[in-house]
């Protein structure tokens, strides 16, 4: 090899990765599959989801972190869809967190991947402009990024009662310093290890990795989120995605 021949390491960029951890149940859906094989226009949420991501072309890998007893299953619905050729696609058996399951899913990235995304498989219809936009903030340097809207309600901080019951008000936050987090988060692959060896499961475990970061010490930046990326918790969820879903394929008829 020459002296002005690149390393190993510098004749390939650094690449981006998203991980969906989908090893959840989705109570709040009610009974039946997992919610992230819930159908949506007909495709399970968790393809879509899937596409979202692949539809960056910074995103050259999606690892799938698959229910402990399912991956095959799960490998087998992601070989009957179509999905875009230029992006790999992987699953892994996930833990009984999603805090492990995200672990899990990280551990199993290729060296070359520096940025990382961590993307809800309950949101699966953020656009691809949002997408590239947190892959941006990570690739300029931001160690963390999530994307957020700010909140069209006031929120009351208050004392948890039991259900039902009154509960006193506490405090009302400042509502113009607050945002809704959606995903996907974009992290620096060294700061999220880091994040994830330091922040013990605890309980359920984290539900934020932006979070995680924040206990380091470490700055997490903010960029705009998309109201199309909510999350699809409860049944109501469902039929607002049904007509997102419905509104994009007329548009894309014409």
Same mark, same amino acid.
Do not use: C, W
């Given at each position: ?61 999606? &690892? =799938?972190? +698959?229910?402990? !007893? $399912? #991956? /095959?299953? *799960?490998?087998?619905? %992601? ?54 936009? &947190? =892959?941006? +903030?990570?690739? !300029? $340097? #931001? /160690?963390? *990024?999530?994307?957020? %809207? ?105």
């Amino acid at each position: 090899m020459s002296p002005m021949s690149p390393t190993p390491d510098e004749s390939r960029p650094p690449r981006t990765a998203a991980v969906i951890p989908a090893a959840g149940r989705g109570v709040r859906l009610g009974p039946g599959a997992p919610k992230a094989l819930r159908a949506l226009g007909g495709t399970p949420m968790l393809i879509h989801a899937v596409r979202a991501m692949a539809a960056s072309r910074a995103v050259s890998l999606v &690892v =799938v972190v +698959a229910p402990p !007893d $399912g #991956a /095959p299953e *799960v490998k087998n619905l %992601l070989d009957e869809h179509s999905l875009p050729e230029r992006t790999d696609y992987l699953v892994v058996p996930g833990g009984e967190t999603r805090q492990e399951s995200v672990r899990i899913g990280v551990d199993a990235l290729p060296a070359d991947i520096a940025v990382v995304l961590v993307h809800d498989a309950a949101r699966p219809l953020v656009p691809v402009d949002t997408v590239d936009a &947190v =892959v941006e +903030a990570v690739r !300029d $340097g #931001a /160690p963390a *990024v999530v994307p957020a %809207l700010p909140l069209a309600d006031t929120v009351k901080e208050v004392e948890p009662g039991a259900p039902g019951e009154p509960e006193p008000v506490l405090a009302t936050p400042v509502r113009a310093r607050l945002r809704a987090v959606q995903t996907p988060q974009g992290f620096d692959r060294e700061t999220l290890v880091r994040a994830h060896a330091a922040v013990a499961v605890d309980g359920e475990g984290a539900t934020d990795d932006a979070g995680m970061v924040e206990q380091l010490g470490v700055q997490v930046v903010v960029v705009p989120g998309h109201e199309e990326a909510f999350k699809v918790t409860r049944p109501l969820d469902l039929l607002l995605a049904e007509a997102v879903l419905a509104r994009r394929r007329a548009n894309d008829a014409f």
